[in-house]
């Protein structure tokens, strides 16, 4: 989202009287948080972006759900996906204290 859509969507949600507490979905599908084309680095920076938007829109919940980013393709080492999501998890985690919120699983 471009400063200026955020800036729309709070004036959006400010009008609206309804604040937006909570966020779902927090990844995109097309990036993988395991597996081969798992990248620590372009997840913690969409974390950091994320996150402090949503803060500017007074989000402090965030829902990581995210079926086809987090799904393991086929031929994918279950148990190294497990540990990348961990890691994921542990990265939203570290973020989300900086902004005073909140990471749930779904």
Do not use: W
Request: hydrophobic share 35%; charged share 25%; with cysteine.
């Amino acid at each position: 989202m471009s400063k200026s859509e955020l800036m729309t969507l709070k004036t959006t949600l400010s009008h609206s009287g309804i604040p937006a507490e909570c966020a779902n979905c927090f990844f995109p599908g097309g990036m993988k948080l395991c597996g081969e084309s798992y990248n620590k680095n372009i997840i913690t920076e969409y974390c950091k972006k994320a996150l402090s938007k949503g803060s500017e829109l007074g989000i402090s919940v965030y829902v990581i759900g995210c079926g086809g980013a987090r799904n393991i393709d086929e031929g994918e080492d279950p148990e190294e996906c497990k540990k990348q999501f961990a890691e994921v998890l542990s990265i939203a985690g570290d973020v989300a204290k900086d902004t005073n919120s909140i990471i749930v699983i779904e």
